[in-house]
């Protein structure tokens, strides 16, 4: 026992762990045939003109042909659009919907629990419910704005109405889990605070904007980067409901990305998926980069 | 061997199918063939009758029906099972255009020596044909028709005359729409369905520039330069401008238009002739209320239908029972398949196998169709039968453009522009 520590110590002056290398051989081949593999046939096979069959090299091409599609732009603002609108909208409700939620309103349990329900929900259910609902002409929606003499509009297939149709749709069913988390932070909030603005005479709206949402910033910082980074990526919702469309007037990047691969532009897809991925590195890094520095002055 | 001498014997006897059946199939213990069909209502109906038909001749052969979805997810399972080596023995997938994509030389059985070859007529091989000039397929249905379906009812209550040029189609749909009914029905939420003003006027833009096809392949000539190609855009903005279209035709589905259709909610629907199979399976009682007309174009003198060939079966290289898959393609190469064809779902268009026949009453829509295909010089194979040439993107382009979000100019451009990455993908010359 002695002669083995002593041989073992002896052998090396590095701090050695006490298990062996070997160890890490069953992650790191998982890791590497399930990640880094991929990731290098996918950098390789963004430079060729690919149809699964065979691929013929082709350079920065499909960068170019990327860069050039007519509806990638289009597809590039409408996620801007629609990742803005999306998380702006949770971050008012929610927080509106958990003050309520943490007061001493009726039924508070069961309000709870029909607010945070529809996040439960599959998208995909979700999206086909809406748009039978949505239906220009036998849709709920505009039944109900028809009975009351209102002729409503074509939700899901007007150009500048139809991105925003799928964003409440989405807001709809994410408000919950922002309502959540601010009533985590809600609740959190000493209730000295406002025993003692009690005292000194605040009103009910002083109370909320000097005391409730400077001291809930930690959630609203949670609140905006979850469901940013959620609206950027957003597609099955988007998918469910229109496909992109009326034409390309929902088209969002994932979805672009997506009708190049259906249409068997392998290559070409696989560099849309490149460029993906740079630029949601370039956006959430410096975003969570700049949260991290805020929490830690916080 | 066994091949070469089927074949000699098929060159004598008549009944092909039997004897093939007779000196392959009694040696052999029951295999099981899988087969792979688009999840079409009139597909899946086919399918399963000419398995029971087949099964019923050869009983040491079973075949298991798998279904996949249609359109561009379709292609997709396809190009991915072929190429990762899990296709089902048989398969049915286009012809044509997207035939050329699968790579058929490589993942497909050559079916260029099988005796029934002799039996396709030569338009359909041509869309089943590799670069290797071998074929490839055998035709899963009955070709179709691209054009108007119409409500004969309408027709008759407002005294309407079916219309050999566009502007009489323009005047007939405002008439319905003056008697209070869609004079123009389109089904956007089936996006597909919005091509046929484009697609289905290929007729008309050959018969103004007949070697259209060839200088499209090569890159020569482009649609949104070329006015007679342009019209079919046009076509589509013209009859949203004049508000002939249905309240719903944004969120409108196939199955919606054609019960507008078939009730005599409104008079035109522009579709393929497959269409009125779905009219026979939900409103049998309409079937002949529905009638059919080639798309018109500038002029009554040259009136004549776009052609659409069926999809076609096709036989995986990676199958381990070739032999009896080959065997299955060949009973659906062969009258009784065109029978199973038409006793699963009624008949649809003429047949593209020698000797096949429609029942004595067909649906009123195919009744017209068949007239075309009688004449001379009224018929034109659609685009993508004639050019591998297609774009991904035309369904997305034409819902714009047919509901008046974008210009037919610019939409023509933007198809131009769609090609091209197909044909690059292709690695066809000149592009």
Avoid at chain 1, 118 to 126: C, D, E, M, R, W
Avoid at chain 1, 208 to 223: C, D, E
Avoid at chain 1, 238 to 265: E, R
Avoid at chain 2, 79 to 101: V, W
């Amino acid at each position: 026992m002695t002669d083995r520590l002593n041989a073992a110590s002896a052998a090396s002056q590095r701090v050695r762990s006490p298990y062996s290398n070997w160890f890490y051989l069953p992650a790191a081949i998982i890791f590497g045939t399930l990640f880094l593999l991929p990731t290098a046939a996918s950098l390789f096979f963004s430079l060729t003109r690919w149809t699964l069959f065979d691929y013929e090299f082709i350079g920065l091409a499909n960068f170019v042909q990327f860069f050039q599609e007519p509806f990638l732009v289009k597809g590039l603002i409408n996620t801007l659009i629609y990742g803005v609108a999306t998380s702006g909208l949770k971050v008012v409700l929610g927080l509106l919907i958990a003050v309520l939620l943490t007061s001493d309103v009726v039924a508070r349990g069961y309000l709870r629990s029909v607010v945070f329900f529809p996040v439960l929900v599959s998208t995909v259910g979700v999206g086909i419910t809406f748009t039978v609902m949505m239906h220009p002409t036998q849709g709920v929606i505009n039944e109900t704005l028809h009975f009351f003499g209102i002729k409503g509009p074509q939700w899901l297939s007007d150009p500048w109405l139809v991105l925003l149709s799928i964003a409440f749709v989405d807001v709809w069913k994410g408000v919950g889990l922002a309502t959540v988390i601010y009533m985590a932070g809600i609740v959190s909030i000493p209730q000295d605070f406002y025993e003692a603005s009690t005292i000194d005479g605040a009103t009910g709206w002083q109370k909320f904007w000097n005391i409730t949402l400077p001291l809930v910033r930690p959630a609203t910082v949670t609140v905006v980067l979850l469901s940013l980074i959620g609206g950027l990526r957003s597609f099955d919702l988007i998918w469910a409901m229109t496909k992109g469309g009326p034409g390309f007037t929902s088209d969002v990047l994932a979805s672009v990305v997506y009708k190049q691969y259906q249409a068997g532009f392998y290559g070409l897809s696989t560099a849309g998926n490149v460029v993906l991925f740079v630029l949601v590195g370039l956006i959430a890094v410096p975003l969570s980069i700049f949260f991290n520095r805020r929490e830690i002055a916080l | 061997m066994t091949l070469r001498l089927t074949r000699r014997v098929t060159l004598i006897g008549a009944g092909a199918l039997m004897l093939s059946t007779a000196l392959v199939g009694a040696a052999q213990a029951e295999t099981t063939l899988t087969f792979l069909v688009d999840n079409a209502d009139a597909s899946v109906a086919w399918a399963q009758q000419l398995v029971t038909d087949f099964e019923a001749k050869n009983p040491d052969i079973k075949i298991s029906i798998e279904t996949r979805p249609g359109g561009t997810d379709g292609d997709n399972i396809v190009k991915t099972r072929l190429a990762t080596g899990e296709m089902t023995d048989i398969f049915n997938y286009n012809a044509g255009s997207l035939f050329q994509a699968i790579n058929p030389v490589q993942n497909l059985v050559d079916l260029n020596a099988e005796p029934w070859e002799a039996d396709v007529l030569d338009s359909f091989k041509s869309v089943v044909t590799a670069p290797d000039g071998h074929v490839y397929g055998a035709p899963f249905g009955a070709a179709m028709g691209g054009g108007v379906l119409y409500n004969k009812k309408i027709y008759a209550d407002l005294g309407l005359q079916v219309p050999k040029d566009w502007a009489t189609f323009m005047a007939n749909s405002e008439k319905v729409k003056a008697a209070g009914k869609t004079g123009v029905i389109q089904s956007f939420a089936d996006s597909w369905t919005a091509q046929l003003f484009v697609l289905g006027d290929y007729f008309n833009v050959q018969a103004a520039i007949p070697d259209f096809a060839a200088q499209y392949t090569a890159n020569k000539i482009k649609i949104a330069d070329t006015p007679a190609a342009l019209r079919g855009f046009q076509h589509g903005k013209e009859v949203f401008d004049a508000g002939l279209l249905n309240a719903d035709a944004s969120a409108a589905t196939l199955d919606d238009a054609l019960r507008q259709l078939a009730t005599g909610e409104g008079a035109h629907y522009p579709m393929l002739t497959f269409a009125i199979s779905n009219i026979q399976a939900n409103y049998p009682d309409n079937l002949n209320d529905v009638g059919f007309f080639a798309l018109p174009g500038d002029k009554a003198s040259s009136n004549g239908v776009t052609v659409w060939m069926p999809s076609a079966v096709y036989i995986a290289k990676t199958s381990k029972h070739q032999d009896e898959a080959k065997k299955f393609v060949a009973f659906l190469a062969s009258v009784p398949g065109c029978d199973a064809i038409t006793k699963a779902n009624g008949a649809t268009g003429p047949y593209l196998i020698k000797g096949c026949t429609l029942p004595a009453t067909v649906p009123a829509g195919v009744a017209d169709l068949l007239p075309y295909f009688q004449s001379n010089g009224t018929t034109a194979p659609a685009l993508e039968f004639v050019s591998p040439v297609k774009g991904p993107n035309l369904s997305q382009i034409t819902v714009e453009v047919n509901s008046g979000i974008r210009s037919p100019e610019d939409g023509a451009a933007l198809y131009d522009e769609d090609v091209k990455k197909q044909a690059q993908q292709l690695g066809l010359p000149g592009w």
